[in-house]
């Protein structure tokens, strides 16, 4: 079974430039997660997916960060313009809906974004 | 307030060792999950442990124990006989609310360790 892939796995880009990342969840896994590490920070949530749908986007950081899943499979992140403080490492996880699971989400090798 | 405090921003352990990275949690939901990822230098997030709020007994996988005392809000990950690939960065994680429900989870800052020879 594959795993949650992301790519790329390193983007280099200038202030003011725009950027999509994609995951692609694990197969039949209903939840996607958009979270960003900031260096030497913690691993902060952006967003999560039902299916197609936003459940919580409350971790967002501003307009100029766009979630999509269309049809409820591979998810991008776009960040149109891109600042400085968009600079971090964004991963991917994905799970299992309902059952008596931990509830464990399956990460991504993440995106490292370097906005110069 | 931060929810999850990992005091630890790194930590040294020799090989064959047993080694504890202290976790801290703060909520007021009566049921929530803590868990453990190892991220090493490739870069992935790798599940080790996890310990339910209403389980009796403290996790257990392989070398991974986790040491949960509810009352004092810790959930400490134990690795014993440390190698060198467990060379890592460790993040102590929680989620609020039940099993069934999907996990938004909340992120220490983590600690690297590093097994030495």
């Known amino acids: 079974e594959a795993g949650v892939t992301q790519f790329p796995s390193h983007s280099v880009i200038e202030k003011g430039q725009t950027v999509t990342l994609r995951c692609d969840p694990i197969?039949?896994?209903?939840?996607l997660y958009w979270y960003r590490r900031v260096m030497g920070k913690e691993i902060k949530f952006l967003l999560h997916f039902v299916k197609e749908s936003k459940q919580d986007e409350s971790g967002m950081p501003n307009n100029r960060f766009l979630a999509e899943r269309t049809g409820g499979t591979y998810s991008t992140l776009k960040v149109q313009p891109a600042e400085l403080e968009d600079s971090g490492v964004y991963f991917c996880?994905?799970?299992?809906?309902?059952?008596?699971?931990?509830?464990?989400?399956?990460f991504g090798e993440g995106s490292r974004l370097t906005v110069l | 307030a931060q929810k999850i405090t990992q005091t630890q921003p790194g930590m040294f352990v020799q090989e064959k060792e047993a080694v504890t990275l202290d976790c801290t949690y703060d909520?007021?939901?009566?049921?929530?999950?803590l868990f453990w990822y190892k991220q090493p230098s490739s870069g992935e997030m790798i599940f080790l442990i996890y310990?339910?709020?209403?389980?009796?007994q403290n996790a257990t996988e392989g070398r991974y124990s986790l040491n949960f005392q509810k009352a004092r809000k810790s959930a400490n990950l134990v690795i014993s006989a440390s190698q060198l690939g467990d060379s890592a960065m460790y993040f102590c994680?929680?989620?609020?609310?039940?099993?069934?429900?999907?996990?938004?989870?909340?992120f220490g800052t983590g600690t690297r360790l590093q097994v030495t020879l």
């Open positions: 909520t007021s939901d009566p049921s929530y999950g």
């Open positions: 197969s039949g896994h209903d939840n």
């Open positions: 310990q339910g709020s209403y389980d009796q």
């Open positions: 994680a929680m989620r609020e609310g039940g099993t069934g429900t999907a996990s938004k989870l909340t």
């Open positions: 996880a994905s799970s299992h809906s309902g059952g008596r699971g931990t509830g464990e989400l399956f």
